[in-house]
């Protein structure tokens, strides 16, 4: 683990002087008047600010506490929330970047393999930017409880159950340096949506933040909690405890 975050550390550190060498060329091409001086400065000043976050990311966080500390509060209620900081930065990059891409396409008169390629840029990175406003006007958090966990997002809750939930890990997304943290849920089908996350994943369902704390210790946090609460589950008089009972789609042994 300490080689792969080395690795990581030392390429943010190569983007991190590559953009700021690239962001005092465009410097260079606003004083001398050239086209596009503006796009670069910007496109490559948000790269270096990217770097420094995935090397310092706590700089982002509104509040951060150890995994111990939060296992220490079971059976809880605990909420853990997301910054409004941070998600307001990548409202920013996401600014930033679809613009950089529209200007491209309004002023490079780029090839048609070009326009291609720039135009699902310019529809995610500025299609999200009004979903990551509500996003930080309505607040995401993470709630856990002896019963379940509840994701909410712009005001949106999904509440799962613990004996629903399984496999938490961290995990980097295929083709990026992006770390999240994953999971099964057992109520969920093996529809297209769940099987594109296990191939870019390898798990069906993801949480969109690590709530102030690495992803790495919110997998372990969420995997104890979740042993707590299984453990904890009362015995019927069947010897069955609940979470262990037959659902409704599912027959019994």
Not at 32 to 40: C, E, Q, Y
Not at 147 to 152: A, D, H, Q, S, W
Not at 175 to 198: H, I, K, Y
Request: charged share 15%.
């Amino acid at each position: 683990m300490s080689n792969q975050a080395s690795g990581s550390r030392f390429r943010h550190a190569l983007l991190l002087g590559l953009s700021l060498v690239l962001v005092a060329g465009g410097v260079g091409m606003i004083v001398t008047g050239a086209d596009g001086g503006v796009a670069t400065t910007a496109f490559f000043g948000v790269c270096a600010a990217v770097s420094v976050w995935h090397m310092r990311p706590g700089l982002l966080e509104s509040e951060t506490r150890s995994a111990e500390t939060v296992l220490a509060h079971y059976p809880g209620p605990v909420v853990l929330r997301a910054s409004v900081k941070k998600i307001l930065f990548l409202a920013a990059l996401s600014a930033v970047f679809g613009g950089v891409m529209v200007w491209m396409l309004m002023h490079e008169a780029p090839s048609v393999t070009m326009r291609v390629l720039l135009w699902p840029g310019v529809v995610l990175f500025l299609g999200g930017l009004p979903v990551l406003i509500l996003v930080a006007i309505r607040g995401s958090s993470l709630h856990l409880d002896g019963t379940g966990l509840t994701i909410v997002q712009a005001g949106r809750s999904r509440r799962m159950s613990w004996h629903d939930v399984s496999g938490f890990a961290a995990v980097t997304v295929k083709g990026t340096m992006q770390r999240m943290v994953v999971f099964d849920d057992a109520r969920v089908g093996e529809g297209r949506l769940v099987a594109l996350n296990r191939q870019l994943t390898g798990r069906g369902a993801g949480l969109p933040d690590s709530y102030g704390l690495d992803p790495d210790a919110l997998a372990a946090l969420l995997t104890a909690w979740r042993r707590r609460a299984v453990q904890d589950e009362p015995i019927g008089p069947s010897g069955v405890s609940a979470g262990d009972r037959p659902r409704a789609s599912e027959p019994a042994p």
